[in-house]
């Protein structure tokens, strides 16, 4: 499981390559990128915003907005839409669902058991083909996770 605190990636931006799927990489988008990288807690775009101006004091709030939009439209990022909630951003782009912890709030990458797909479990029409699939849990997990 991934937590806040073990699941850091050392990633400098320029270790960020200049394109990724096709999208130039801005100083701005890097800068974005590398802090969905670094901190993997599924922030919001003003957490996000807050975070890139410890290092790029001058950039503006739509900037950030912009870099977040690219990178999703890439398949960077994946947007992830809790309730009426802002949404937030995910770097993992593995099959994976999220958990909310009741308690803290924060939100946990849960991944599929090995060789199971949620699907298997849902009595889908035959035919039917899932392009997309969000899955939110809430819930408490056990202390220290
Ligand atoms: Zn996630």
């Known amino acids: 499981m991934a937590s806040r605190d073990g699941d850091k990636v050392p990633c400098a931006p320029a270790e960020i390559p200049s ?18 990288l670094h901190d993997r807690d599924h922030p919001t775009a003003n957490e996000v915003f807050r975070r890139v101006q410890e290092d790029m004091p001058t950039i503006s709030l739509a ?28 770097v993992n782009l593995t099959p994976h669902v ?13 991944s599929f058991k090995e060789g199971c797909r949620l699907t298997d479990l849902l009595d889908l029409p035959e035919g039917a083909e899932v392009s997309r699939l969000e899955l939110t849990i809430r819930g408490t997990l056990p202390k220290g996770s």
């Open 19 to 36: 394109e990724l799927r096709g999208l130039r990489m801005t100083r701005q988008r890097r800068e974005v990128y590398r802090v969905l």
């Open 63 to 90: 900037t950030v907005y912009n870099c977040l939009d690219a990178l999703v439209d890439h398949g960077l990022v994946n947007q992830v839409n809790f309730d009426r909630e802002p949404s937030r951003f995910c």
């Open 98 to 110: 999220h958990f909310q912890d009741r308690d803290s709030g924060r939100i946990h990458d849960i």
